[in-house]
């Protein structure tokens, strides 16, 4: 009897030396696309590791055995990962690529569609400032790609592309916290008209703003104040 339950210690110490001696293998899968700004997560799949180094291809490293990972830019990524065992160590790359953040997907405001909008242009002189009553207008946002959407309207010399900028680039699915809402903006060189659009988390109202400037020392505001059209 003792010599089996000596057999068996033995055959146990054994088994335990034949896993460690076993050579780690580095493995991982990560989702072939990702958006700027929003969480990544790397899940490890290696074998026989005990330590793991991930580099994330921005600069950025880590330990932790399944880490995520926020890419601020924009781009393909290549990812590394290696993994330390008692035999050795093996690493694998992949890669991300990382997509513009898209609010469209992301923001619960109704964002692309028709607004009835009523319109005053500020006109600043050299000799003085007066203010314009225009007609109301409908303006109708389209979503032309990623974090962008079309302002057009009639009375702009073109149709202006305006382009969503986070308020905190970490987190860009949360609106600008102060003015509580989602802010676009755009220079257009061809006209050398400036343009803004704010929608408010409140509801489905939205502010539009084109600054064109006439000559030196004169600009023409026109804000536009819509509600969606039903």
């Known amino acids: 009897m003792k010599i089996s339950l000596l057999l068996l210690s033995c055959l146990v110490l054994l088994a335990g030396c034949n896993d460690d001696s076993e050579p780690a293998t580095a493995d991982f899968t990560l989702p072939t696309e990702g958006e700027q ?6 899940q490890n799949q290696s074998q026989n ?3 793991y180094v991930w580099t994330f291809g921005d600069g950025s490293t880590t330990q932790d055995r399944n880490p995520t990972h926020i890419y601020t830019a924009r781009g393909t990524y290549s990812v590394k990962l290696v993994a330390f065992g008692a ?3 093996d690493s694998v790359f992949k890669s ?6 898209d609010i469209h997907t ?8 028709s607004y009835t909008c009523k319109m005053v242009c500020y006109s600043v002189r050299p000799w003085g400032s007066f203010a314009t009553r225009l007609s109301d207008q409908v303006v109708t946002i389209t979503k032309p790609g990623p974090g962008q959407m079309l302002l057009n309207a009639t009375t702009l010399m073109n149709t202006i592309t305006l382009t969503y900028v986070p308020f905190n680039r970490t987190s860009p699915q949360r609106p600008n916290t102060i003015l509580g809402a989602y802010v676009f903006y755009n220079q257009y060189d061809a006209n050398r008209a400036t343009s803004e659009a704010r929608f408010y988390t409140s509801g489905d109202s939205a502010r539009f703003q084109v600054d064109q400037p006439i000559s030196a020392g004169a600009n023409d505001k026109t804000i536009y104040t819509g509600i969606r059209r039903p």
């Open 37 to 42: 700004g929003i969480e990544v997560a790397f």
């Open 49 to 51: 590791a005990k330590r």
């Open 87 to 89: 035999e050795g160590k």
């Open 96 to 101: 991300i690529t990382i997509r513009p953040f």
């Open 106 to 113: 992301h923001s619960t405001v109704p964002i692309a569609g």
